[in-house]
């Protein structure tokens, strides 16, 4: 937990001083009626003048803060005690337990709060007594909800199976594992809680039902100077400020308690997601072939700037399928969504240059990148659930593609939808057309993504993991599938993948990417059998082999991109390693014909093909 | 089928409110009876106790009176006042209107500025729009209902005349004065209802512009405008409609205030009058017409949900 920002602790800290030390202020008494002088303005004697029967408003403020307080501090106490309490047995213990306290909860959350509260009045008479427990009874329920869902999200964690397992008995495993992983978001409840209660109680005493005269309540006072506002506003004013302001700070303590405890908040600085104007984009040329030439893809965090791709230059020629290789953080997936510019709203290409048809493209405006995107060039993405959009049907999502670049009537949009859909082997492609992605299977929705990016006959395809997500045998359908469209429209196909054996499958040429840097790139029928590069070695290695043998696991992993050493990012995880690795960045080396490697003891790895086996 | 199981439950929630409501005052410390005559601490005569405690049934098996209760709700009977022996069901229809109208009106003036507000806030994130509106609906969502009611009467009424200070016409008699005293108290409530739907809204489109599907659209060359009215807005408004409808219920309660203030003769104005005169079975009718709207609100939202998100339908 972070700390709490000190501005609204201090500044409910402050009202609640004022309401602890009120007898003590040598103030008049707030109940000490003086008919002859109501509605007094402001004097000396009274700071902010007298009320509607001459009282001192100054001290019925004051002294209304303190009854506000003790109503918030105290039922908040209340509904904090016996909900969490409830929810830890619901959630802990299960079963009957479990459907009695939360079902209960549930049902108090029918009513809503005020009623429950006019209705138990009624039964019990107004009066900060009965105030106390019936908007104790009203917090119940949501300190309930977040005990519970806190409970049993730390329920089944390893450690305290582990605390079970050596046999600490419940009651015991509550309050040491338990209690202390959710206070966070019951702290949080908390301060909702007492927020709550000033306005619930103020809005009581509004009504006569609360508070019971001539106890001072800002509530009363608010109600009472409405009947003279004719009069004399002052009156009114006073209370409505210091209600105000005192919800304002609980409110501000909220966010404040809340941004402390989630672990998620203060996010990094980001770029706006701007409304580009919508302008004529350029027209589009004949010849494709993508050439990435010293891309760098840059992140500003609070810390500062971070790389995750580095000076990446690649090529991908018209029917050519390039593999981009390399695991997780490798900055493979950046590297492709920088090329159409689809970077998230926090990364941008900091340098470099794509050139696509004879265009710049990370010097092209957003229309005209628009035109590119889905027409000339086409993506997939990993995970075809999250990539469609979930409420409309898959045909329409395929119909968008096409009327977005060509201009068509929506039924024969429609029709062509329907043929890409059989095309990519969808069967009963008319009925699928229909159906929403949760309705279809996870080949199938990944088969119509691929339908939604051919449907302009793109130039070029990058596919990021689009297999990932996928078990094998459908795995093996849509990696022929993208075999046959290339070889049918000649288009050039980027595929980035952490998977070796897909590589070994589809691909003509292979970049192997290791945080944020090209280490390797070459024809897939050298690089396979000769890897000149550590790095590469040591992936194939960690595919499992066809003789059955165990595979072997690179060990560590790859350096965040705020960690990335000065020398060979791959030189921690080396068994080659050698103490000039680390010494300055490498370059990367022409290694014979189309092969490049950034590594400088190529030479070795090339003429002891057995090393690295040993080695590593 | 959906649809039949959301009715199902929805009738299962009411008949528990009903019965919890029964059993409200049989659970009380002590004679409701007698709780209901006492006024200021004296007790009341035996026999005027017993008299209505023979009114209400309360004298008869607690199983008796619940069957008799719920007989009672199936043909509408919600028993008979105890301040003027009036139908506490012909009132509390009569009054209802009035406080659905002032609720719509307070609906659609929230969505109407919330959603674009929250939308265009998210669009423009961290800018100056951006941090206005948020500040704006954080101050708005500061200030308890009835201390904008109250200001609002003070600054539109008595000092601008420009709107009633309160009150009510019916459409029929008056249809520009009937809308002219719907306005304030409407306002009001979107003063507490409006900020929550600019959050709300603003936190789901942030959400939802990060999301897989809206690159997808992006990577198709959608159009941002049409990005945003096709796949971020629609998707966004999914959890917002769930919100509306928890603040929805919770300002049934909330007009509570706003009635008082404005003078507004609607249900929960005679909530409050039924609860100063301990009108225990007036009382009880009306917040389980109050619970019911809440749960039939609830089952109208989840449908309108089931319109929005295709998913729900089959879970």
């Known amino acids: ?616 | 089928m959906w649809v039949a199981r959301r009715i199902v439950v929805a009738l299962i929630l009411v008949w528990i409110v009903a019965s919890v409501v029964f059993l409200a005052i049989r659970l009380v410390p002590g004679d409701p009876a007698e709780l209901m005559l006492s006024q200021g601490g004296v007790s009341p005569d035996a026999a005027v106790v017993a008299e209505l405690r023979e009114q209400l049934g309360l004298d008869r098996p607690v199983w008796d009176q619940y069957w008799a209760n719920l007989r009672g709700l199936l043909v509408g009977d919600l028993g008979v006042s105890l301040t003027d022996q009036a139908s506490v069901a012909r009132q509390v229809f009569v009054r209802l209107p009035r406080t659905l109208e002032l609720i719509a009106a307070a609906a659609i003036l929230s969505v109407g500025f919330g959603i674009p507000l929250g939308l265009l806030a998210a669009l423009r994130r961290g800018g100056w729009f951006d941090r206005a509106v948020m500040a704006a609906a954080g101050l708005s969502l500061s200030v308890p209902v009835f201390v904008v009611g109250t200001l609002m009467v003070l600054l539109l009424a008595q000092w601008l005349s420009l709107l009633p200070a309160g009150g009510f016409t019916p459409l029929a008699r008056d249809p520009g004065r009937h809308f002219a005293q719907l306005l304030m108290p409407a306002l009001t409530i979107s003063s507490s209802l409006g900020p929550v739907l600019v959050s709300m809204t603003r936190a789901s489109v942030i959400d939802v512009i990060t999301r897989d599907h809206v690159r997808t659209a992006r990577a198709k060359g959608v159009a941002p405008a049409a990005i945003v009215a096709h796949h971020v807005l629609r998707n966004a408004l999914i959890p917002v409609v769930t919100v509306l409808a928890l603040h929805l219920g919770t300002l049934l309660g909330g007009t509570v205030l706003v009635e008082y203030v404005f003078n507004y003769p609607g249900l929960s104005g005679l909530l409050v009058d039924s609860v100063n005169a301990r009108d225990y079975p007036m009382v009880q009718g009306v917040v389980l017409v109050i619970s019911v709207l809440f749960v039939a609100l609830n089952l109208v939202m989840d449908l309108i949900y089931g319109m929005l998100d295709p998913r729900v339908r089959h879970a």
């Not at chain 1, 993991?465 to 046959?484: G, S, Y």
Request: aromatic fraction near 4%.
């Open chain 1, 1 to 616: 937990m972070r700390r709490i920002s000190p501005v609204p602790v201090a500044a409910v800290g402050l009202i609640g001083l004022v309401a602890l030390v009120v007898p003590w202020l040598g103030l008049p008494d707030p109940v000490t009626i003086d008919v002859s002088n109501r509605l007094s303005p402001p004097s000396w004697q009274h700071w902010l003048g007298q009320d509607e029967v001459g009282r001192d408003i100054l001290s019925r403020l004051l002294w209304g803060a303190r009854s506000s307080l003790t109503v918030a501090i105290l039922s908040a106490l209340i509904g904090c005690a016996i909900g969490t309490t409830l929810g830890v047995l619901g959630g802990f213990l299960g079963g009957v337990v479990d459907l009695l306290t939360i079902r209960a909860a549930d049902i108090i959350l029918c009513f809503p709060p005020l009623l429950l509260a006019l209705l138990v009045v009624t039964l019990l008479g107004p009066g900060a007594a009965t105030l106390i427990p019936v908007l104790g009874l009203v917090f119940i329920p949501g300190f309930v909800r977040v005990a519970y869902a806190g409970v049993l999200s730390v329920r089944h964690q390893e450690y305290v199976e582990a605390q079970r397992a050596l046999g600490v008995g419940p009651a015991r495993i509550m309050l040491r594992t338990v209690l202390p992983n959710i206070g966070g978001p019951v702290l949080v409840q908390f301060s909702l809680a007492m927020a709550a209660a000033v306005v619930l109680e103020s809005g009581l005493s509004f009504l006569g039902l609360g508070v019971v005269p001539p106890s001072p309540s800002w509530g009363l006072m608010i109600g009472a100077a409405r009947q003279t506002m004719a009069q004399t506003v002052l009156p009114l004013i006073w209370p409505c400020i210091a209600l105000t302001m005192t919800v304002l700070a609980m409110n501000a303590l909220c966010d404040a308690v809340r941004a402390a405890v989630d672990p998620h908040g203060m996010p990094p600085r980001e770029r706006r997601w701007k409304l580009p104007a919508l302008l004529p984009g350029l027209p589009l040329g004949a010849a494709s072939s993508l050439s990435v030439n010293g891309l760098s893809v840059a992140i500003d965090t609070t810390a500062g700037e971070i790389r995750p791709v580095r000076r990446v230059s690649w090529q991908v020629a018209p029917s050519e399928t390039l593999a981009i290789v390399g695991e997780s953080g490798s900055g493979k997936s950046l590297s492709g969504l920088a090329v159409l510019g689809l970077l998230p709203p926090v990364a941008r290409a900091a340098e470099g240059e794509v050139h696509f048809d004879g265009r710049e493209l990370l010097r092209l405006d957003e229309p005209a990148l628009r035109r590119l995107r889905g027409g000339d060039v086409a993506m997939i993405f990993q995970d075809p659930m999250s990539s469609l959009n979930p409420v409309h049907r898959i045909g329409r999502q395929i119909t968008e593609a096409i009327r977005v670049h060509r201009k068509l009537s929506h039924g024969a949009a429609w029709r062509e939808a329907v043929a890409l859909l059989a095309r990519v082997g969808i069967p009963d492609a008319d009925r699928r057309a229909r159906s929403f992605p949760h309705e279809l299977s996870g080949g199938m929705r990944q088969r119509a993504m691929v339908a939604m990016a051919i449907a302009n006959r793109p130039k070029l395809l990058i596919a990021d993991e689009p297999t990932t997500a996928l078990d094998v045998t459908i795995q093996a359908q849509v990696l022929d599938l993208l075999a046959e469209l290339k070889a049918e429209n000649g288009m050039g196909l980027v595929f980035i993948t952490h998977s070796l054996p897909v590589v070994a499958e589809i691909a003509d040429r292979v970049v192997v990417m290791y945080a944020g840097e090209v280490v390797e790139q070459g024809p897939v029928g050298e690089i396979f059998p000769r890897p000149l590069h550590p790095y590469t070695a040591a992936l194939l290695q960690s595919a499992p082999p066809e003789d059955g043998s165990l595979p072997k696991a690179i060990p560590g992993t790859v350096p965040l991109p705020q960690h990335f050493p000065a020398g060979c990012a791959f030189a921690p995880r080396c068994a080659m390693a050698r103490p000039e690795c680390d010494a300055a960045p490498l370059p990367l080396e022409q290694a014979g014909p189309g092969r490049q490697t950034r590594c400088i003891r190529w030479r070795t790895l090339a003429s002891e093909p057995t090393m690295q086996r040993a080695e590593a």
